[in-house]
């Protein structure tokens, strides 16, 4: 299994190996700053009360659709009522907006298209310019033995059928790095991924689509919200409560 | 880590509206607390166990090895933190066991740290 070892130049050690690692290090916390720089400015504009005020309505029936299991079945169709009944809040109606939409929708798909390219074309041009300058030799060796069926992948470019698989070429080395020290970047910003997580989790949540004012359509969402209201059928998430909870009581009484 | 407070509230978004509560109880932000610490941790023993073995000159499948064995000794030590109960830490007990050691991220750290320790020390 032992392999004969190729002896390799310091120099590329000195001035391929540690220079590369290094700056994809860089290349991930420019990205990340970046990306922090470039987070969606706030709007210019203060949203209008109209508009604050539909979002909430949409938002309150949201929940009681998702709720309604731990209100009792009187105070369920009491609410029912005040959105979807005959008279109710949603049965509002709305002079038809026309052209605002589509002035909308492109801020929306320009940011999210930006934060995808600006992660991507940096990693292309770096990849582009390892490829050029650092092609034709082989940069280390991994420290396992592979099957041949490897070679392709790690060692693009030379044409010597006899060697190692084990030996990588730069290229390979680079793509390597870049999936291999996300996970350190991961240690890095430990914090600011959990805050990242928890921001787009709420935003999914509270947002309708687009998050600004002139992305929704209050005719149409209040639509969908009668007939979403109107499917519901009401069912107590407390039933047999207290079996349940003599059941958890005895449970960690024992343990 | 951090066990949930005295009286645990059950999930109150994100569930099936129609099904009655179950009887499990546990607070949603915490699991997920420790699970990101879990997680953190493993990837600094990647980390550590590739540095290691890389300037060790272990190759082959002894290097994986001191990889099982380095995640191992953080399930244990962790297991000791919990005070042996992982059950009030996490959803399931065998989480802080066998999660994220065969993940991407942690295997790729590993490979990665242990061929460049290898490679400068040894291929210098």
Redesign the interface.
């Given at each position: 299994?032992v392999s004969q070892?190729?002896?390799?130049d310091?120099d590329v050690?000195d001035w391929v190996?540690?220079p590369l690692?290094v700056s994809v290090i860089l290349m991930k916390l420019l990205q990340q700053y970046a990306v922090k720089l470039m987070a969606a400015p706030k709007p210019s504009e203060p949203p209008k009360p109209e508009d604050v005020q539909q979002k909430n309505t949409l938002a309150r029936s949201g929940l009681l659709?998702?709720?309604?299991?731990?209100i009792s079945e009187a105070g369920f169709r009491q609410r029912r009522a005040y959105f979807a009944g005959k008279e109710g809040v949603l049965q509002q109606t709305f002079p038809a907006k026309g052209l605002n939409d589509m002035m909308g929708n492109p801020d929306a798909m320009q940011g999210m298209l930006k934060q995808q390219m600006g992660g991507l074309v940096p990693q292309m041009g770096m990849g582009a310019f390892v490829n050029y300058f650092f092609s034709g030799f082989i940069l280390?060796?991994?420290?396992?033995?592979l099957s041949p069926k490897f070679r392709p992948m790690l060692q693009r470019g030379i044409d010597l059928p006899a060697l190692d698989p084990s030996y990588f070429t730069s290229l390979s080395f680079y793509i390597?790095?870049l999936?291999?020290?996300?996970?350190?970047f991961?240690?890095m910003f430990?914090e600011d991924a959990?805050n990242d997580a928890a921001q787009m989790a709420q935003m999914q949540?509270g947002g309708m689509g687009g998050g600004g004012p002139p992305t929704l359509d209050p005719a149409k969402a209040y639509e969908a919200e009668r007939q979403a209201l109107d499917v519901?059928?009401y069912?107590?998430?407390?039933?047999?409560?207290e079996l349940?909870s003599l059941?958890?009581l005895r449970a960690q009484l024992a343990a | 880590m951090q066990a949930g407070p005295v009286a645990p509230s059950a999930l109150?978004?994100n569930l099936i509206?129609?099904?009655?509560?179950g009887?499990l109880?546990y607070v949603p932000l915490n699991i997920k607390n420790n699970l990101?610490v879990l997680?953190?941790n493993r990837?600094?023993v990647?980390?550590l166990t590739g540095v290691l073995?890389?300037c060790s000159g272990?190759?082959?499948?002894r290097?994986?090895g001191v990889y099982l064995l380095g995640h191992l000794l953080l399930s244990i030590l962790l297991l000791v933190k919990t005070k042996n109960a992982p059950s009030k830490y996490f959803a399931s007990s065998l989480t802080l066991l066998t999660s994220n050691v065969f993940a991407?991220?942690?295997l790729?750290?590993f490979?990665?740290?242990?061929?460049?320790t290898?490679?400068?020390v040894?291929?210098?």
């Open positions: 299994m070892d190729l002896v390799l310091r050690r190996l540690i690692t659709r998702a709720n309604h299991g731990f280390g060796r991994v420290p396992f033995s390597m790095a999936f291999g020290l996300g996970g350190v991961r240690l430990a959990i949540m519901v059928e069912r107590s998430r407390l039933e047999n409560s349940r059941k958890l | 109150l978004s509206s129609d099904k009655p509560l009887e109880a990101d997680a953190f990837i600094w990647s980390l073995t890389g272990l190759t082959g499948f290097g994986f991407q991220t942690e790729l750290t490979v990665l740290f242990w061929t460049l290898n490679n400068i040894f291929l210098f």
